[in-house]
Nanobody, 114 residues
Framework: QVHLAESGGGLVQAGGSLTLSCEAS???????????MDWYRQTPGKRREFVAA???????AFADSVKGRFTASKDKSRNVVYLRMNRLTPADTGVYYC?????WGQGTQVTVSS
């Protein structure tokens, strides 16, 4: 069974950057290389919202709110996907999750101070 684990969250000032990681275990590197991985975030009192999608072929898509600031990548040798977040604003604060086919990680907290 696939297990996802996010890391890399923390406290950062507005304008700063963070890179989140999502490690997939319980899956071969071959399968991981072709799998999609999406990122969502959630703040208290709000619905979980889409942030980014990464397709197995390397295609990526982003929510309008993060487009041009966030990038997504994958290290197939390590079964890890990354979400690089630049020019962070307080509106980016939340718990960030990676997900694939209904499997979710535990999330990692990102807090952006003004």
């Amino acid at each position: 069974q696939v297990h996802l684990a996010e890391s890399g969250g923390g406290l950062v000032q507005a304008g700063g950057s963070l890179t989140l990681s999502c490690e997939a275990s319980g899956i071969s590197r071959l399968m991981f290389g072709s799998m999609n991985m999406d990122w969502y975030r959630q703040t208290p009192g709000k619905r979980r919202e889409f942030v980014a999608a990464g397709q197995g072929d390397g295609t990526t898509a982003f929510a309008d709110s993060v487009k041009g600031r966030f990038t997504a990548s994958k290290d197939k040798s390590r079964n890890v996907v990354y979400l690089r977040m630049n020019r962070l604003t307080p509106a980016d604060t939340g718990v960030y999750y990676c997900t694939n086919m209904g499997v979710w990680g535990q999330g990692t907290q990102v807090t952006v101070s003004s």
